[in-house]
């Protein structure tokens, strides 16, 4: 039975591990760990949580935990990654993993020195929806042009951990690590940033990201917005054959549309399927028990966070270090 500690009160975890791990019988959430006084007690009582810990390293001494989900905000990824690890702990950590590539270089080298599964939880990347998006690929042809985009309703707030980017805000990192994952990993490859701007708040964190890309000879446009409503993402797909668009491919459990039009024939489905997280936990585990390989994690997150750190550079956007 492997048993799980989460680090830090987070609002993600009742969705993306606690409610899985409820639906198995081979792992259970056993504590949960935050620094905020009584938030530990209050969280584990909430949610049913037999331990809690008032201090994160209590948590990571706990010898019965063999797996500890990082979902404190970005700025402490690395750090409580890295220690986990050296802990002899399996980690899943949110996303984005990290504040910047050397950070998550750091971790992907740690987790391979103890031995231990790292992933970055991209949960949609696991989810059939995005699996048979894969499986389209060939029949596209040649791919002509990418278009990814994420985009949400948050009002602005300088308490808002979202807008701050002391502690990794901004809607590059919030939203835009996920369309930039969706091009990534349909095409296979790493891009080249051609150009990008933003839009900043008064806290110095992107509201708005724009970026041009090129998979070789292939143009693609990430967009990510946390103050354009209505709440919406998508991704479009241009093949000398014909034409790919998903709505909704970041939560498609929570209703999603694909529409294809390949070769003249035109179809407009969804995928059967659970939730992104379920997929999630289960390649997770299984990587543990079996050494499966997880497409998420190690040089997809480094991929991912040198693309973020480069489009941020090229947009002027200052960051924290």
């Known amino acids: 039975m492997h048993k799980i500690g989460i680090l830090g009160a987070a609002?993600?975890?009742?969705?993306?591990?606690?409610a899985p791990v409820r639906r198995r019988s081979d792992v259970t959430v056993k504590a949960v760990a935050s620094r905020r006084e009584g938030a530990d007690v209050a969280y584990a009582a909430q949610h049913g949580i037999p331990t809690h810990y008032a201090t994160y390293e209590a948590m990571l001494d706990d010898p019965e935990i063999d797996i500890v989900y990082?979902?404190?905000?970005?700025?402490?990824?690395?750090?409580?990654t890295i220690k986990a690890l050296q802990a002899g702990k399996h980690v899943l950590c949110e996303k984005p993993v990290a504040m910047n590539a050397g950070e998550a270089t750091a971790m992907v080298n740690e987790a391979k020195r103890r031995g231990r599964v790292f992933s970055e939880a991209f949960h949609d990347r696991y989810h059939p929806v995005f699996l048979h998006l894969l499986s389209l690929k060939p029949q596209l042809g040649v791919i002509r042009a990418l278009k990814a985009e994420f985009s949400v309703n948050i009002p602005y707030d300088p308490k808002n951990i979202r807008y701050d980017p002391s502690v990794g805000g901004g809607a590059l990192m919030d939203l835009g690590c996920y369309p930039l994952h969706w091009l990534r990993c349909f095409m296979g490859e790493e891009p080249e940033i051609v150009s990008a701007s933003a839009r900043l708040c008064a806290l110095g964190s992107d509201t708005r990201?724009?970026?041009q890309l090129r998979f070789n000879a292939v143009p693609a446009t990430m967009i990510a917005d946390i103050q354009d409503?209505?709440?919406r993402s998508?991704?479009?797909?241009?093949?000398?054959?014909?034409?790919?668009?998903?709505?909704?491919?970041?939560l498609p459990h929570r209703g999603h549309s694909l529409r294809v039009s390949i070769s003249g024939q035109y179809r407009e489905y969804t995928i059967a399927g659970g939730t992104t997280y379920d997929y999630q936990l289960a390649a997770f585990l299984e990587a543990i028990d079996t050494g499966a390989p997880l497409p998420t994690g190690g040089q997809d997150s480094i991929g991912n966070m040198i693309a973020l750190d480069r489009i941020y550079e090229i947009a002027g956007v200052a960051r924290p270090g």
């Open 11 to 18: 609002g993600i975890a009742p969705n993306a591990i606690i």
């Open 70 to 80: 990082n979902a404190l905000p970005p700025v402490a990824h690395a750090e409580w």
């Open 209 to 211: 990201i724009e970026a």
């Open 229 to 231: 409503p209505p709440s």
């Open 234 to 250: 998508s991704f479009r797909i241009e093949g000398e054959l014909g034409v790919i668009e998903l709505d909704n491919p970041c």
